[in-house]
């Protein structure tokens, strides 16, 4: 079971953007993709078959699992995760610091 996921609000621990936060949009193996988080300028190309105008655009880039922590609304700060297996046997996802339940 992943501790971070898609639609998770996420706040920077590491790099330039260290103390933002954001939703995560995508999970790519142990790099995440964080709504306005790591934006990079990319120059590209035109594309008239898409539709696609070239020039400088500012895109976002993937940013590593270990550089972010899950932040928890209710203490307002960054948290750890842990995995606790309930009497039915399904496993969820809580927080470290007051054993909270994250899925529902």
């Known amino acids: 079971m992943r501790k971070i996921k898609k639609n998770d609000d996420v706040i920077v621990i590491a790099g330039k953007d260290k103390g933002n936060r954001g939703s995560v949009l995508r999970v790519l193996d142990d790099r995440l993709l964080v709504s306005g988080i790591n934006k ?8 008239p078959v898409k539709g696609v105008a070239g020039g400088i ?3 976002e880039m993937s940013i590593h699992a270990s550089n972010v922590a899950i932040y928890n609304a209710a203490a307002k700060r960054a948290d750890r995760v842990g995995i606790k ?9 809580v927080f ?8 529902a």
């Not at 297996?85 to 996802?93: A, C, I, N, P, Y």
């Not at 470290?96 to 899925?103: L, T, V």
């Open 57 to 59: 655009v500012e895109v």
């Open 40 to 47: 990079v300028k990319k120059h590209q190309k035109p594309n």
């Open 85 to 93: 297996t309930l009497e039915d046997g399904r496993k969820v996802r």
């Open 96 to 103: 470290k610091s007051s054993g909270e339940m994250i899925d």
